[in-house]
């Protein structure tokens, strides 16, 4: 379901869930910003935006797993990006995002620029968050399971990238196939991954 609003409280609780995750290693998104709590306080501009956007959706009522994602045709505009770059500014700096963007690119075209670059449609998931009471429960299927229907709906493959190994092997039991893998020395690694929409049945027949 769309998600058309959210109190502070839930807002923090995914940036919380993402800027304290346990990455067994000290790399990850948190090495762009000043600590877990300027990581997590980031989170909460991106959820602000994609919800400003109306891309953000949940498991059901109680919100206990949330997904963004933008389908083939749709724009993301001012409304969204702009609580977003204010985050990044408010919770880094510059200097060190300059660093990270610089990291990116050396690590090579991600999955999403290449699909872009060949004019292939696909479904772009931006954030995948299970509160954390709700983690170890099954519902991180159940969250995915919204955006993977949609690329099934609309014959097109749904595609993320992830900073943390252990994420990219939940996401590969999950279905979704690693696509590519970008090494940002210091910053970790970035590994793009693919679910590709289910063949469909015509007329009784597989």
């Known amino acids: ?10 807002i923090y609780g995914i940036g919380h869930a993402f800027g304290y995750y346990d990455y067994e290693e000290k790399t990850g998104m948190s090495a762009a910003f000043s600590g877990k709590e ?24 109680r919100g206990e797993g949330y997904i963004a994602y933008k389908l083939p045709k749709e724009k993301v505009g ?6 977003i770059a204010c985050g990044m500014l ?12 610089i ?4 690590g090579g075209a991600s999955l ?28 991180m299927r159940k969250v995915l399971d919204l955006a993977f229907a949609e690329g ?6 749904v595609i993320l990238e992830t900073d943390a190994k252990n994420k990219c092997d939940k996401y590969v039991h999950l279905g979704m196939e ?15 991954l693919i679910k590709y929409p289910e063949p469909t049945k015509a007329n009784g027949t597989v």
């Not at 001012?78 to 609580?83: A, F, R, S, Y």
Request: net charge positive; glycine share 10%; proline share 3%.
């Open 1 to 10: 379901m769309l998600v058309k609003s959210m109190t502070e409280e839930e």
């Open 38 to 61: 300027a990581t997590a306080n980031y989170i909460c501009t991106y959820v602000r935006g994609v919800l400003r956007g109306g891309f953000l959706h949940t498991t059901s009522e």
């Open 78 to 83: 001012l409304k969204t990006m702009w609580p």
């Open 90 to 101: 408010h919770n880094s700096t510059l200097k060190r995002l300059l660093q990270f963007g």
């Open 103 to 106: 990291a990116i690119k050396r």
């Open 112 to 139: 999403q620029d290449r699909m872009d670059k060949e004019k292939k449609p696909y479904i772009f998931v931006g954030l995948v968050c299970v509160r954390e009471q709700y983690q170890g429960q099954g519902y």
């Open 152 to 157: 099934d709906r609309l014959g097109v493959p």
């Open 178 to 192: 690693l696509a590519g893998t970008h090494d940002l020395g210091t910053y970790g690694k970035l590994y793009d």
